[in-house]
Protein backbone atom coordinates (compact mmCIF):
# COMPACT_ATOMS: atom_id res chain seq x y z
CA UNK A 1 0.00 0.00 0.00
CA UNK A 2 1.12 3.95 -1.12
CA UNK A 3 -1.14 5.80 0.23
CA UNK A 4 -0.97 7.89 3.65
CA UNK A 5 -3.97 7.53 5.76
CA UNK A 6 -5.54 10.54 6.47
CA UNK A 7 -6.29 9.98 9.78
CA UNK A 8 -9.41 11.53 11.02
CA UNK A 9 -9.49 9.77 14.85
CA UNK A 10 -6.37 11.78 15.73
CA UNK A 11 -7.64 15.31 13.94
CA UNK A 12 -10.46 14.77 15.49
CA UNK A 13 -9.29 14.17 18.54
CA UNK A 14 -7.20 17.33 17.63
CA UNK A 15 -10.28 19.92 17.40
CA UNK A 16 -11.71 18.47 20.40
CA UNK A 17 -9.10 19.78 22.50
CA UNK A 18 -9.50 23.52 21.08
CA UNK A 19 -13.11 23.00 21.26
CA UNK A 20 -12.96 22.17 24.66
CA UNK A 21 -10.54 25.68 25.59
CA UNK A 22 -13.13 27.27 23.62
CA UNK A 23 -15.97 26.26 25.87
CA UNK A 24 -13.92 27.60 28.55
CA UNK A 25 -12.96 30.58 27.63
CA UNK A 26 -16.76 31.59 26.15
CA UNK A 27 -17.71 30.54 29.37
CA UNK A 28 -15.48 32.65 31.55
CA UNK A 29 -16.07 35.65 29.10
CA UNK A 30 -20.08 35.48 28.91
CA UNK A 31 -21.18 33.03 31.55
CA UNK A 32 -23.20 30.39 28.75
CA UNK A 33 -22.71 27.23 28.53
CA UNK A 34 -22.67 25.51 25.25
CA UNK A 35 -25.88 23.20 24.97
CA UNK A 36 -26.71 21.37 22.45
CA UNK A 37 -30.29 19.26 22.15
CA UNK A 38 -30.59 15.84 20.84
CA UNK A 39 -33.54 14.65 19.47
CA UNK A 40 -34.45 10.76 18.67
CA UNK A 41 -37.30 9.90 17.62
CA UNK A 42 -37.47 5.66 17.91
CA UNK A 43 -35.26 3.39 18.84
CA UNK A 44 -33.37 2.13 15.33
CA UNK A 45 -30.05 0.95 16.80
CA UNK A 46 -27.53 2.83 14.59
CA UNK A 47 -29.17 6.03 15.47
CA UNK A 48 -28.78 5.43 18.75
CA UNK A 49 -25.19 4.72 18.68
CA UNK A 50 -25.10 8.12 16.85
CA UNK A 51 -26.94 10.16 19.76
CA UNK A 52 -25.00 8.33 22.36
CA UNK A 53 -21.64 9.49 20.58
CA UNK A 54 -22.82 12.59 20.44
CA UNK A 55 -23.82 13.32 23.78
CA UNK A 56 -20.01 11.68 25.21
CA UNK A 57 -18.41 14.15 23.18
CA UNK A 58 -20.43 16.92 24.43
CA UNK A 59 -19.55 15.79 27.95
CA UNK A 60 -15.57 15.34 27.10
CA UNK A 61 -15.28 19.27 25.59
CA UNK A 62 -18.00 20.75 28.53
CA UNK A 63 -20.85 21.44 26.52
CA UNK A 64 -24.18 20.90 28.27
CA UNK A 65 -26.26 18.22 26.47
CA UNK A 66 -30.24 17.61 26.44
CA UNK A 67 -31.15 14.27 25.02
CA UNK A 68 -34.70 13.64 23.98
CA UNK A 69 -35.73 10.50 23.50
CA UNK A 70 -39.73 10.28 21.69
CA UNK A 71 -41.40 7.21 20.95
CA UNK A 72 -41.54 5.79 16.98
CA UNK A 73 -45.00 6.29 16.96
CA UNK A 74 -45.12 9.99 17.47
CA UNK A 75 -47.07 12.39 15.56
CA UNK A 76 -45.84 15.26 13.50
CA UNK A 77 -47.46 17.53 15.05
CA UNK A 78 -45.94 16.75 18.55
CA UNK A 79 -42.38 16.23 17.05
CA UNK A 80 -43.00 19.98 15.75
CA UNK A 81 -44.15 21.26 18.99
CA UNK A 82 -41.11 19.66 20.46
CA UNK A 83 -39.12 21.38 18.47
CA UNK A 84 -40.79 24.95 18.73
CA UNK A 85 -40.29 24.60 22.43
CA UNK A 86 -36.44 24.06 22.08
CA UNK A 87 -36.52 26.92 19.88
CA UNK A 88 -37.99 29.47 22.35
CA UNK A 89 -35.48 27.63 25.33
CA UNK A 90 -32.69 30.39 25.88
CA UNK A 91 -30.85 27.78 27.74
CA UNK A 92 -30.80 25.38 24.34
CA UNK A 93 -28.44 26.56 21.91
CA UNK A 94 -28.25 24.12 19.40
CA UNK A 95 -31.15 21.39 18.03
CA UNK A 96 -30.28 18.40 16.32
CA UNK A 97 -32.92 15.93 14.98
CA UNK A 98 -31.25 12.41 14.26
CA UNK A 99 -32.20 10.99 10.99
CA UNK A 100 -33.97 8.92 9.58
CA UNK A 101 -37.02 9.68 11.05
CA UNK A 102 -40.07 7.26 11.31
CA UNK A 103 -41.78 7.26 7.40
CA UNK A 104 -45.08 8.96 8.98
CA UNK A 105 -42.68 12.26 9.45
CA UNK A 106 -41.90 14.51 7.01
CA UNK A 107 -37.92 15.29 7.66
CA UNK A 108 -38.23 18.31 5.58
CA UNK A 109 -41.14 19.69 7.28
CA UNK A 110 -39.14 19.11 10.49
CA UNK A 111 -35.95 20.38 9.22
CA UNK A 112 -36.92 23.55 8.32
CA UNK A 113 -38.98 23.47 11.80
CA UNK A 114 -35.79 24.13 13.69
CA UNK A 115 -34.80 27.40 14.21
CA UNK A 116 -31.46 28.65 11.71
CA UNK A 117 -29.67 30.28 14.37
CA UNK A 118 -30.09 26.64 16.61
CA UNK A 119 -29.81 24.68 13.57
CA UNK A 120 -26.10 22.92 13.90
CA UNK A 121 -26.53 20.45 11.43
CA UNK A 122 -27.33 23.10 8.49
CA UNK A 123 -30.04 21.47 7.27
CA UNK A 124 -32.35 24.40 7.24
CA UNK A 125 -33.34 25.98 3.45
CA UNK A 126 -31.49 29.44 4.89
CA UNK A 127 -28.29 28.00 6.03
CA UNK A 128 -28.68 25.65 2.69
CA UNK A 129 -29.27 28.96 0.65
CA UNK A 130 -26.16 30.62 2.97
CA UNK A 131 -23.88 28.11 1.39
CA UNK A 132 -24.66 28.99 -1.68
CA UNK A 133 -24.21 32.45 -1.43
CA UNK A 134 -20.66 31.95 0.85
CA UNK A 135 -21.99 33.26 4.30
CA UNK A 136 -23.90 30.03 6.03
CA UNK A 137 -24.53 30.78 9.64
CA UNK A 138 -23.83 26.88 9.80
CA UNK A 139 -22.86 23.88 7.86
CA UNK A 140 -23.61 20.24 8.00
CA UNK A 141 -20.65 18.78 9.78
CA UNK A 142 -19.78 16.15 7.63
CA UNK A 143 -18.82 18.38 4.72
CA UNK A 144 -17.21 20.32 7.24
CA UNK A 145 -15.61 17.83 8.24
CA UNK A 146 -14.38 16.90 4.82
CA UNK A 147 -13.21 20.53 4.50
CA UNK A 148 -11.48 20.69 7.73
CA UNK A 149 -9.41 16.95 7.04
CA UNK A 150 -8.22 18.48 3.79
CA UNK A 151 -7.33 21.05 4.95
CA UNK A 152 -5.59 20.32 8.08
CA UNK A 153 -3.56 17.60 5.79
CA UNK A 154 -2.18 20.18 3.62
CA UNK A 155 -4.24 19.24 0.60
CA UNK A 156 -4.01 22.10 -1.75
CA UNK A 157 -7.93 22.61 -3.20
CA UNK A 158 -7.56 25.47 -5.32
CA UNK A 159 -7.22 25.11 -8.55
CA UNK A 160 -8.03 21.07 -8.33
CA UNK A 161 -10.54 18.84 -10.08
CA UNK A 162 -12.80 17.55 -7.27
CA UNK A 163 -15.30 15.08 -7.95
CA UNK A 164 -18.20 14.01 -5.53
CA UNK A 165 -19.82 10.68 -6.19
CA UNK A 166 -23.42 11.56 -4.61
CA UNK A 167 -25.79 15.04 -4.53
CA UNK A 168 -27.56 14.39 -0.89
CA UNK A 169 -28.44 17.91 0.73
CA UNK A 170 -26.32 15.85 4.04
CA UNK A 171 -23.12 15.34 2.04
CA UNK A 172 -23.00 15.97 -1.40
CA UNK A 173 -24.38 18.85 -2.82
CA UNK A 174 -22.63 20.82 0.81
CA UNK A 175 -19.17 19.50 -0.34
CA UNK A 176 -19.29 20.34 -3.47
CA UNK A 177 -20.02 23.97 -2.75
CA UNK A 178 -18.01 24.16 -0.36
CA UNK A 179 -15.37 22.79 -2.60
CA UNK A 180 -15.91 25.02 -4.74
CA UNK A 181 -15.83 27.69 -2.65
CA UNK A 182 -12.56 26.99 -2.48
CA UNK A 183 -11.99 27.35 -6.10
CA UNK A 184 -12.10 23.77 -6.76
CA UNK A 185 -13.47 22.65 -10.17
CA UNK A 186 -16.05 20.36 -9.17
CA UNK A 187 -17.94 17.47 -11.24
CA UNK A 188 -21.17 16.15 -9.11
CA UNK A 189 -21.93 12.29 -9.97
CA UNK A 190 -25.27 10.70 -9.54
CA UNK A 191 -27.72 7.44 -10.09
CA UNK A 192 -28.04 8.50 -13.82
CA UNK A 193 -24.65 10.14 -14.26
CA UNK A 194 -22.70 7.86 -17.47
CA UNK A 195 -19.53 5.79 -16.80
CA UNK A 196 -19.12 6.95 -13.39
CA UNK A 197 -15.20 5.94 -13.96
CA UNK A 198 -14.62 7.67 -16.42
CA UNK A 199 -15.57 11.06 -14.25
CA UNK A 200 -14.05 9.58 -10.82
CA UNK A 201 -10.61 8.81 -12.58
CA UNK A 202 -10.08 12.21 -13.67
CA UNK A 203 -10.53 13.81 -9.86
CA UNK A 204 -7.03 14.87 -8.17
CA UNK A 205 -9.73 14.86 -5.18
CA UNK A 206 -12.52 11.70 -5.38
CA UNK A 207 -15.18 12.11 -2.49
CA UNK A 208 -17.51 9.30 -2.23
CA UNK A 209 -20.71 9.63 -0.23
CA UNK A 210 -23.32 7.22 -2.02
CA UNK A 211 -23.31 4.35 0.83
CA UNK A 212 -22.67 1.45 -1.62
CA UNK A 213 -20.04 -0.80 -0.67
CA UNK A 214 -17.64 -1.57 -2.85
CA UNK A 215 -18.77 1.21 -5.48
CA UNK A 216 -14.95 2.76 -6.14
CA UNK A 217 -12.47 0.10 -7.33
CA UNK A 218 -8.55 0.39 -8.24
CA UNK A 219 -9.42 1.06 -11.70
CA UNK A 220 -11.55 3.90 -11.39
CA UNK A 221 -9.18 6.36 -9.30
CA UNK A 222 -6.40 7.93 -10.69
CA UNK A 223 -2.46 7.59 -9.54
CA UNK A 224 -1.59 10.03 -6.69
CA UNK A 225 -5.47 11.22 -5.86
CA UNK A 226 -6.90 11.88 -2.61
CA UNK A 227 -9.55 9.70 -1.97
CA UNK A 228 -12.44 11.08 0.83
CA UNK A 229 -14.68 7.75 1.92
CA UNK A 230 -17.88 8.76 3.78
CA UNK A 231 -19.95 5.78 3.75
CA UNK A 232 -20.39 4.10 6.08
CA UNK A 233 -21.94 0.56 5.14
CA UNK A 234 -23.10 -2.20 8.03
CA UNK A 235 -21.85 -5.86 6.72
CA UNK A 236 -23.83 -8.87 7.97
CA UNK A 237 -21.08 -9.58 10.14
CA UNK A 238 -21.60 -6.81 12.01
CA UNK A 239 -18.25 -5.26 10.08
CA UNK A 240 -18.26 -1.32 8.80
CA UNK A 241 -17.23 -0.83 5.37
CA UNK A 242 -17.23 2.59 3.25
CA UNK A 243 -17.85 2.92 -0.43
CA UNK A 244 -14.09 2.17 -1.71
CA UNK A 245 -12.59 -0.88 -1.98
CA UNK A 246 -10.15 -0.04 0.36
CA UNK A 247 -6.54 -1.95 -0.27
CA UNK A 248 -6.82 -2.05 -4.30
CA UNK A 249 -7.53 1.84 -4.06
CA UNK A 250 -4.63 2.69 -1.60
CA UNK A 251 -2.21 1.19 -3.55
CA UNK A 252 -2.68 3.87 -6.52
CA UNK A 253 -3.58 7.15 -4.60
CA UNK A 254 -1.68 9.52 -2.17
CA UNK A 255 -4.06 10.24 0.53
CA UNK A 256 -7.07 8.10 1.95
CA UNK A 257 -9.37 8.21 4.73
CA UNK A 258 -10.15 4.41 6.32
CA UNK A 259 -13.81 3.51 7.54
CA UNK A 260 -14.27 3.39 10.39
CA UNK A 261 -11.67 6.29 11.27
CA UNK A 262 -11.42 8.78 8.50
CA UNK A 263 -15.10 11.33 7.98
CA UNK A 264 -16.98 9.79 11.09
CA UNK A 265 -14.75 11.35 14.00
CA UNK A 266 -14.59 14.56 11.79
CA UNK A 267 -18.07 14.94 11.80
CA UNK A 268 -18.48 14.73 15.77
CA UNK A 269 -16.29 16.89 16.44
CA UNK A 270 -17.36 19.31 13.67
CA UNK A 271 -20.87 19.03 15.30
CA UNK A 272 -19.12 20.49 18.73
CA UNK A 273 -17.26 23.59 16.74
CA UNK A 274 -20.90 23.98 15.28
CA UNK A 275 -22.42 24.20 19.15
CA UNK A 276 -20.17 26.64 20.24
CA UNK A 277 -20.77 28.61 17.34
CA UNK A 278 -24.59 28.81 17.57
CA UNK A 279 -23.54 29.74 21.89
CA UNK A 280 -21.60 32.29 20.51
CA UNK A 281 -24.53 34.23 18.34
CA UNK A 282 -26.86 33.25 20.84
CA UNK A 283 -25.11 35.47 23.85
CA UNK A 284 -24.04 38.21 20.91
CA UNK A 285 -20.07 36.97 20.99
CA UNK A 286 -20.31 36.31 17.72
CA UNK A 287 -21.50 38.29 14.18
CA UNK A 288 -24.11 36.96 11.56
CA UNK A 289 -21.74 36.93 9.39
CA UNK A 290 -21.85 33.22 9.21
CA UNK A 291 -18.90 30.38 9.31
CA UNK A 292 -16.19 31.29 7.83
CA UNK A 293 -15.11 29.11 4.75
CA UNK A 294 -11.11 29.33 4.80
CA UNK A 295 -9.57 29.86 1.01
P1 LIG B 1 -28.14 9.26 0.46
O1 LIG B 1 -29.05 10.35 0.85
O2 LIG B 1 -28.66 7.89 0.28
O3 LIG B 1 -27.41 9.71 -0.87
C1 LIG B 1 -26.60 8.85 -1.61
C2 LIG B 1 -26.23 9.55 -2.89
O4 LIG B 1 -25.40 8.69 -3.66
C3 LIG B 1 -27.43 9.89 -3.75
O5 LIG B 1 -27.30 11.23 -4.18
C4 LIG B 1 -27.34 8.92 -4.92
O6 LIG B 1 -27.75 9.47 -6.14
C5 LIG B 1 -25.87 8.64 -5.00
N1 LIG B 1 -25.58 7.32 -5.55
C6 LIG B 1 -26.00 6.13 -5.06
N2 LIG B 1 -25.54 5.13 -5.84
C7 LIG B 1 -24.82 5.70 -6.82
C8 LIG B 1 -24.11 5.20 -7.94
N3 LIG B 1 -24.06 3.89 -8.21
N4 LIG B 1 -23.49 6.09 -8.76
C9 LIG B 1 -23.54 7.41 -8.51
N5 LIG B 1 -24.21 7.95 -7.46
C10 LIG B 1 -24.84 7.10 -6.63
O7 LIG B 1 -26.95 9.12 1.50
P2 LIG B 1 -26.12 10.25 2.32
O8 LIG B 1 -26.88 10.67 3.49
O9 LIG B 1 -25.58 11.26 1.37
O10 LIG B 1 -24.92 9.34 2.83
C11 LIG B 1 -24.05 8.68 1.93
C12 LIG B 1 -23.20 7.70 2.70
O11 LIG B 1 -22.42 8.41 3.65
C13 LIG B 1 -23.99 6.66 3.51
O12 LIG B 1 -23.26 5.47 3.54
C14 LIG B 1 -24.04 7.27 4.90
O13 LIG B 1 -24.18 6.30 5.92
C15 LIG B 1 -22.68 7.94 4.96
N6 LIG B 1 -22.61 9.07 5.88
C16 LIG B 1 -21.54 9.09 6.69
C17 LIG B 1 -21.38 10.15 7.57
C18 LIG B 1 -20.19 10.16 8.46
O14 LIG B 1 -20.13 10.99 9.36
N7 LIG B 1 -19.21 9.30 8.24
C19 LIG B 1 -22.32 11.18 7.62
C20 LIG B 1 -23.40 11.14 6.72
C21 LIG B 1 -23.52 10.06 5.85
P3 LIG B 1 -29.32 9.64 -6.54
O15 LIG B 1 -29.90 10.59 -5.52
O16 LIG B 1 -29.25 10.23 -7.90
O17 LIG B 1 -29.92 8.27 -6.43
Request: glycine letters at 10%.
Amino acid sequence: MSARILDGRSIAQEIRREVRLEVAELTKRTGSVPCLATVLVGNDPASTTYVRNKVRACEEVGIVSVRIDLPADLSQEALLHEIARLNRDPSVHAVLVQLPLPPHISERRVLEAVLPDKDVDGFHPSNLGGLLAGSPLFVASTPLGILELLTRSNVTIEGKHAVIVGWSVVVGKPTAFLLLQQQATVTICHIKTRDLGFHTRQADILVVAAGKPGLVTGSMVKEGAVVIDVGVNRLADGGIVGDVSFSEVAEKVSLITPVPGGVGPMTVAMLLKNTVQACRLACGAAGRHGVELVR
